[in-house]
């Protein structure tokens, strides 16, 4: 029996966190042996344990076999001495969570929905792996004054090595292309990185590499995003990219990561963030949760039958209109979910 912790967190979290499990529930019966431990982080984890990530919710995330995260923050907890996003670093860094995957897939429902042009987006199906643990938000020193502030860059050649076969990895099952983005005309920590995808390049001859500097990737993501299959970059340019491709397939509601460690432990969350103003109000759409269920079960428990069969139990409803407000629809939270389980039981 595989043990899943479930951290439901702040805001629409817990909505579309139950949303999610219902589904699974259903679509697992008779095929899926699991057991949900859930625990309290972000802003939920303050209010209830004095602490964003608790020693409780750590030692419980450590002895699992997956986790799955709703999402955290809010106004109340600004202010707070350690906030949710805190805990949540603190969370990546003490699993060792140093890669972190996002898939941009655009579906066809919704190409209309897109920002930009139809004929540009159509075919958009990207995977972004983004350096978690490392450069800019974890260097020291750092520190902050009235009139003067530092920030540092740093990254180990063992850091950069882990997330580029990773990266490899990916493109090999995959369209079998890699962009590597940085910014080597510019920054030390950016030389070393490419020097590093030069090195390790010849090990994965089957796999094509392109090199991007970080404001030209930025700009052709939005000219032509079917030109790009894997792209792996440093921590603060893969959550900004990541965040830009993701607009591009039409909602925010749609997309899941996935965050792993060295031995396979694998967080798996929305990209987006807590929504508080229609948090409790059965509008939150919980495909970013379903999504990252799937992957989920593809990577941690090869289970890709089980994957499959609600993914398509989704898209299915979707493709008959039943959709939520972000994709253009009218179905609250539970309406939806109760679609889905209503096509995987047929």
């Given at each position: 029996m595989k043990k899943i912790v479930t951290l439901?967190?702040?805001?629409?979290?817990?909505?579309?966190?139950?949303?999610?499990?219902?589904?699974?529930?259903?679509?697992?019966?008779?095929?899926?042996?699991?057991?949900?431990?859930?625990?309290?982080?972000?802003?939920?984890?303050?209010?209830?344990?004095?602490?964003?990530?608790?020693?409780?919710?750590r030692e419980a995330?450590?002895?699992?076999?997956?986790?799955?995260?709703?999402?955290?923050g809010g106004p109340k907890w600004e202010q707070a001495e350690n906030t949710p996003e805190m805990g949540l670093l603190q969370m990546r860094k003490a699993l060792g969570l140093f890669s972190n995957l996002r898939p941009i897939q655009l579906n066809e429902t919704l190409i209309n929905r897109s920002p930009l042009k139809a004929e540009i987006v159509k075919g958009t199906d990207m995977l972004i792996v983004r350096e978690l643990t490392g450069g800019l938000y974890f260097g020291e020193p750092k520190w902050e004054q009235e009139d003067e502030a530092l920030d540092t860059t740093h990254y180990t050649r063992k850091e950069v090595e882990r997330i580029i076969h990773l990266a490899f990895q990916q493109a090999q099952n995959r369209k079998k292309h890699l962009t590597s983005v940085d910014k080597a005309n510019v920054l030390s920590t950016s030389r070393l990185w490419r020097r590093i995808v030069n090195e390790i390049a010849p090990q994965y001859p089957d796999v094509r590499v392109e090199h991007l500097y970080i404001d030209a990737a930025s700009m052709?993501?939005?000219?032509?995003?079917?030109?790009?299959?894997?792209?792996?970059?440093?921590?603060?340019?893969?959550?900004?990219?990541?965040?830009?491709?993701?607009?591009?397939?039409?909602?925010?509601?749609?997309?899941?990561?996935?965050s792993l460690n060295e031995d396979g432990l694998g967080l798996y969350e929305p990209i987006h963030g807590s929504a508080p103003d229609i948090a409790g109000k059965n509008l939150a759409n919980p495909m970013s949760m379903i999504y990252s269920i799937t992957m989920m079960l593809r990577t941690s428990f090869?289970?890709?039958?089980?994957?499959?069969?609600?993914?398509?139990?989704?898209e299915t409803v979707m493709a008959r209109g039943v959709m939520s407000k972000d994709m253009g629809g009218n179905e609250s939270t539970e309406s939806f979910t109760q679609a889905v389980i209503t096509e995987l039981r047929k």
């Open positions: 439901p967190g702040d805001g629409i979290g817990p909505e579309i966190m139950e949303a999610a499990l219902n589904i699974l529930e259903v679509a697992s019966v008779g095929k899926f042996d699991y057991q949900i431990e859930e625990h309290a982080i972000g802003g939920d984890a303050i209010d209830s344990k004095g602490h964003p990530f608790p020693e409780i919710t995330c450590l002895k699992s076999d997956a986790i799955l995260l709703g999402a955290i052709k993501l939005v000219t032509n995003p079917t030109d790009f299959d894997v792209v792996v970059t440093a921590n603060l340019f893969g959550d900004i990219l990541s965040d830009e491709a993701s607009v591009i397939t039409g909602s925010l509601g749609m997309m899941p990561s996935a090869e289970e890709f039958a089980l994957a499959e069969k609600i993914e398509k139990a989704a």
